[in-house]
Nanobody, 123 residues
Framework: QVQLVESGGGPVQAGGSLRLSCAVSGLTYSRYWCMGWFRQAPGKEREGVATIDNVGRKNYADSVQGRFTISQDNAKVTLSLQMNSLKPEDTAMYYC????????????????WGQGTQVTVSS
């Protein structure tokens, strides 16, 4: 059973930084997989933020390109999202997700999800 647990969210001032973590368990790394970060703000649809797959390919949404970095620890138990130069529009609930399928930007393609961690950027 794949389980994902996010942490690291909280309030931050515009221009500041946060590092989100996702504890991963039960994922079979010998298979092709994709893990990513999504976010959803009130009144908006869930959108993809960043993804990484089993061969290390990374993709970023245009809105976070150059500011956010997705990474995985060597033990493959933690998925991280380093967020720099945060903007008020980054305020959202952030979720980590995973699937045994090539990365996409469609949230419905991901079978496994964490509970989310709130990021609130004040102006």
């Amino acid at each position: 059973q794949v389980q994902l647990v996010e942490s690291g969210g909280g309030p931050v001032q515009a221009g500041g930084s946060l590092r989100l973590s996702c504890a991963v368990s039960g994922l079979t790394y010998s298979r092709y997989w994709c893990m990513g970060w999504f976010r959803q703000a009130p009144g908006k649809e869930r959108e993809g933020v960043a993804t990484i797959d089993n061969v290390g390919r990374k993709n970023y949404a245009d809105s976070v390109q150059g500011r956010f970095t997705i990474s995985q620890d060597n033990a493959k138990v933690t998925l991280s999202l380093q967020m720099n130069s945060l903007k008020p529009e980054d305020t959202a609930m952030y979720y980590c997700a995973a699937d045994y399928y090539p990365c996409t930007w469609t949230s419905y393609d991901y079978a496994y999800w964490g509970q989310g961690t709130q990021v609130t950027v004040s102006s």
